[in-house]
């Protein structure tokens, strides 16, 4: 294992916070545009699928600002000392709706702090809890799984066997830049992987721009409320498996299994960056 005080880190467990938010019009139409949708962003109509990680986000004055972006670690969140942040995956829990001009409440808990070893070397994962409280009561409870890793070399890259799981659902996204930097836009995010590529590619070795973990999801669970006639499901649970690069021609597959739908993402080349599965609602 590295050299990591992660009982330090450990002492960040059960830290809380509060941040509110107001659904705006503009808002739910600026996400609605990066889904390529129509919808009418009216007052009292249903907000876009996703909304909730446009809602609340970390704002610092530019002093407060660490070389990957972010604000700087040490404050909400633990000073981790991997350079590389990037979403693992997560769960919602529904039980609520979000509408265009609701005041939302956004509660923040980190729930663990854990070093782990794996074949792409040491991490720390960062587990956090959010709830988020319209007027109307709880709308929404999500685990939230950060990971942290050391820089890997540059040129090592891992090339996984296309998918060949079948579907029967399939959509094909757009993945230019535009699109990366039109979410970083609506949900405030400075983490420069997303927008910067002589920073991506030169201080953190990738081989290109990279998809936002909550972009992804969203466009899973806009497939989803596709296929549900509109619905959003009860539960989703998903998880990162490989970065995805901007460029190219990615896909969101769906197919229904149990009571839900087993969602997944491909790269232009056909492999998966994040799988995902829904709860029907009853």
């Not at 769906?254 to 739908?261: I, S, T, V």
Request: hydrophobic fraction near 40%; aromatic fraction near 8%.
């Amino acid at each position: 294992m590295s050299e990591v005080d992660i009982e330090h880190l450990r002492t960040w467990i059960g830290r809380e916070r509060t941040v509110e938010d107001i659904i705006t019009p503009r808002l739910a139409s600026s996400l609605d545009a990066v889904l390529d949708r129509d919808h009418a962003a009216v007052s009292g109509a249903p907000a876009p699928v996703g909304i909730h990680w446009c809602l609340a986000p970390d704002i610092v004055p530019m002093r407060g600002i660490g070389a990957d972006g972010h604000p700087a670690r040490g404050g909400f969140l633990p000073p981790v000392p991997f350079p590389r942040r990037m979403w693992a995956g997560g769960e919602l829990t529904f039980s609520g709706s979000f509408l265009v001009g609701d005041s939302v409440a956004k509660r923040s808990v980190i729930e663990d702090v854990a070093l782990k070893s794996g074949r792409s070397g040491d991490m720390i994962f960062v587990t956090l809890r959010h709830h988020y409280e319209t007027p109307r009561g709880l709308a929404l409870t999500e685990r939230q799984d950060v990971v942290y890793r050391q820089l890997a070399p540059a040129g090592l890259t891992t090339d996984p066997a296309p998918s060949d799981e079948p579907f029967e659902h399939r959509r094909a996204i757009d993945a230019g830049p535009v699109l990366l930097f039109r979410y970083s836009a609506i949900t405030f995010n400075g983490h420069r992987i997303h927008y910067d590529q002589p920073y991506v590619t030169g201080e953190e070795n990738y081989p290109g721009l990279i998809f936002h973990g909550p972009l992804q999801a969203t466009l899973l669970l806009a497939l989803a409320e596709e296929l549900s006639g509109g619905r959003v499901p009860a539960g989703f649970s998903f998880r990162s498996v490989h970065p995805l690069f901007a460029g190219g021609t990615p896909h969101v597959h769906a197919r229904r299994q149990n009571d839900g739908l087993a969602l997944w993402l491909t790269d232009t080349a056909g492999v998966v960056t994040m799988k995902g599965v829904t709860d029907a609602r009853d």
